[in-house]
């Protein structure tokens, strides 16, 4: 079974400041997706970045970007200049997309980081 | 935005009383998952359905039952509702086999007393 953790309950940033948000998942699979979703107070639950793990290089949408290393099963998200809109609960998400035992395309997701952009 | 909505978005229910939610979408995806939400735990997975009238079980599918019979609808019902399932319910799309992101509607907040 895979796990993510997210290890940081809680987060705060100035504005216009950069925040790197910590992800580690297990898995023996080799071939998966990352996620990272935001859920601001409105409690909708918006695609932030994906990340593909046969792709080296790091995936980046604009303010937001990640740091993937596959190795360490680690990926992380960084926010630069980050704007009062970004106040957000933060999850990592992992997903295989392809399994003999019926658990493919399922999202397994952390415990989420509550990220709070100060003025 | 994808075209997913969810109802009720709002319910309060005795225990012991069979509640049915539902989740509709405008996007003819084929895949739709119902997860809940709860403090500290994430998303977990209810049930899937990978196409009208097959479905499967989550992570913790225990006390639910869906159902797909159009591609549109999928209804996640609670035969008898408890309190450890007071929560709130979230329903997602995906499509295609090479786009893996799942798009989820707004949500129902479930209160059972």
């Known amino acids: 079974a895979q796990t993510v953790t997210q290890s940081q309950p809680e987060m705060s940033v100035q504005e216009a400041e950069t925040v790197t948000l910590s992800c580690t998942y297990d898995?023996?699979?080799?071939?998966?997706?990352l996620f990272w979703y935001k859920q601001p107070p409105s409690r909708q639950m918006i695609l932030v970045i994906r990340?593909?793990?046969?792709?080296?290089q790091n995936a980046t949408e604009n303010r937001f970007s990640v740091n993937f290393q596959k190795a360490a099963k680690s990926f992380s998200l960084k926010i630069s200049d980050s704007q009062l809109g970004d106040t957000a609960m933060y999850f990592c998400?992992?997903?295989?997309?392809?399994?003999?035992?019926?658990?493919?395309?399922?999202?397994?997701f952390g415990s989420g980081t509550q990220l709070t952009v100060l003025p | 935005d994808a075209g997913i909505t969810q109802s009720p978005r709002h319910k309060v229910t005795e225990t012991g009383t069979p509640v049915t939610l539902r989740c509709h979408q405008t996007?003819?995806?084929?895949?739709m998952y119902w997860y809940r939400q709860d403090p500290g735990h994430g998303l977990r997975l209810i049930h899937y359905?990978?196409?009208?009238?097959?479905?499967d079980k989550g992570e913790v599918s225990d006390g639910y039952s869906v159902s797909r019979s159009k591609t549109e609808d999928f209804l996640l019902t609670l035969e008898s509702a408890t309190s450890s399932q007071t929560s709130v319910y979230f329903c997602?799309?995906?499509?295609?086999?090479?786009?893996?992101?799942?798009?989820f509607g707004p949500g129902t907040r479930l209160t059972v007393t």
């Open positions: 996007e003819n995806h084929r895949y």
């Open positions: 990340q593909e793990a046969y792709k080296q």
């Open positions: 359905s990978y196409g009208v009238k097959d479905t």
């Open positions: 997602a799309i995906s499509e295609s086999r090479s786009i893996y992101e799942q798009y």
């Open positions: 998400a992992f997903m295989i997309p392809f399994s003999s035992s019926g658990s493919a395309r399922q999202l397994t």
């Open positions: 898995t023996s699979e080799s071939n998966y997706y």
